[in-house]
């Protein structure tokens, strides 16, 4: 599975932004989704997935109430909505694929198997 994440920017903080994550090379439809992310000197962090099977949603208590999840299976992409952006939410932000067939720890890294390169969101105060 090939990920391109992309939608990233420098936004001033309360702005909203987008993020897009293109999947290729195998069934979509099929997959976990998840967005995580890795602010300078921290370590990569858990933000969101969606579960393929049911497509239930998770957050991370940081960002829950501001940013939302979701996926289109006829486009093979996941998007995740930003808004109110805080200074703390300037990360590198990578999508995540995984095909477990029971997610129930989404925050696990391991649990994907598949990321994308990257996009950088920043948020000025």
């Known amino acids: 599975v090939q990920l391109q994440a992309y939608g990233g920017g420098l936004v001033q903080a309360g702005a909203s932004l987008r993020l897009t994550c293109a999947a290729s090379?195998?069934?979509?439809?099929?997959?976990?989704m998840a967005w995580f992310r890795q602010a300078p000197g921290k370590d990569r962090e858990f933000v969101a997935a969606?579960?393929?099977?049911?497509?239930?949603?998770y957050y991370a208590d940081s960002v829950k109430g501001r940013f939302g999840i979701s996926r289109d299976n006829a486009k093979n992409t996941v998007l995740l909505q930003m808004n109110d952006l805080e200074p703390e939410d300037t990360s590198v932000y990578y999508c995540?694929?995984?095909?477990?067939?029971?997610?129930?720890?989404?925050?696990?890294?391991?649990?994907?198997?598949?990321w994308g390169q990257g996009t950088q969101v920043t948020v000025s105060s």
């Open positions: 995540a694929a995984g095909s477990k067939a029971l997610l129930l720890q989404p925050q696990v890294q391991r649990n994907f198997d598949f």
């Open positions: 090379g195998r069934t979509f439809s099929n997959l976990n």
């Open positions: 969606i579960r393929w099977t049911d497509g239930r949603k």
